[in-house]
């Protein structure tokens, strides 16, 4: 996950944006670490003060000032214990999990899984093979610094929104694809603050409420203890992000 833009159009440091009792960073942190078995990894910009993470978050730091995502990239992919990462910005705060694993899934025999959506490519919501590492770093000490570079020399599978869509389990829960939706400027952020919060089936019940986080959903249903189950996995961060279509079971 890339932390270390400058955020010249919002005006202040995305990352530490409020979001619905965390931040943009760390929302969109544990967005994809429902979403992977490996770990989480933050890029940050030398000397830049994040805000608080999670446990097991790896942060790193891109010590070269200037030079874009590409960079961030290599230092990020060099890091990941895994063969392949998925790679986002920190501004997704409607970044779905089925969305990450779907793009994940479609690496396969390819180097790069680069969805094609919403008018544009998204090289910040895309899979990468970690093994790119030298190539990404070879491509910024020549200057290209741009990501079209980087996939001029390796095998890319683009994924428009037909393709994306085709998944069922993805066009359930996210049929606008607004796990492409980043915050750019004050307006964005402030839109995005007033969308409603997603609904989720909550068990026992089974009941439907609107809510952010595990801990919302708890407040909903006015419960002060419980043991939570997400994904099929324990959830015992109360922060952890909902989405749309989610079943969360409180004990």
Same mark, same amino acid.
């Given at each position: 996950?890339? /932390? ?56 790193? *730091?891109?010590? %070269? ?12 992919? /060099? ?6 990462? +998925? ?6 705060? +409607? ?12 690496? *396969? ?12 490519? %998204? ?12 190539? @990404? ?18 095998? @890319?599978?683009?994924?428009? *929104? ?10 359930? @829960? ?6 492409? @939706? ?33 801990? *919302? ?17 324990? /959830? ?16």
């Amino acid at each position: 996950m890339l /932390a270390g833009g400058r955020s010249v159009r919002m005006g202040r440091a995305k990352a530490a944006l409020e979001w619905h009792g965390s931040t943009l960073l760390a929302r969109t942190v544990r967005a994809v670490a429902r979403a992977v078995d490996g770990p989480v990894v933050v890029v940050r910009a030398a000397g830049q003060r994040l805000p608080s993470l999670p446990p097991g978050v790896d942060v790193l *730091e891109d010590e %070269q000032v200037g030079l874009g995502p590409l960079h961030g990239m290599a230092v990020g992919l /060099a890091a990941v214990r895994a063969d392949r990462a +998925f790679v986002t910005a920190t501004d997704a705060p +409607f970044l779905h999990p089925v969305f990450v694993r779907r793009v994940v899934a479609a690496l *396969e025999d390819f180097d790069v899984a680069l969805p094609v959506a919403r008018g544009f490519q %998204q090289p910040l919501a895309a899979a990468y093979a970690t093994s790119l590492a030298p190539l @990404v770093g070879s491509l910024v000490a020549d200057g290209r610094l741009k990501p079209a570079f980087l996939f001029e020399h390796c095998r @890319v599978v683009r994924l428009d *929104e037909a393709t994306l869509l085709a998944d069922p389990a993805l066009v359930a @829960v996210d049929p606008e694809l607004e796990s492409l @939706v980043n915050v750019n400027e004050p307006a964005d952020y402030e839109a995005a603050l007033t969308r409603p919060a997603p609904l989720v089936t909550v068990y026992p019940g089974p009941v439907t409420v609107a809510a952010w986080t595990i801990a *919302e959903a708890a407040d909903a249903l006015s419960l002060t203890s419980y043991a939570a189950t997400l994904d099929g996995r324990p /959830a015992p961060d109360p922060l952890t992000p909902l989405s749309p279509g989610d079943t969360l079971h409180l004990g």
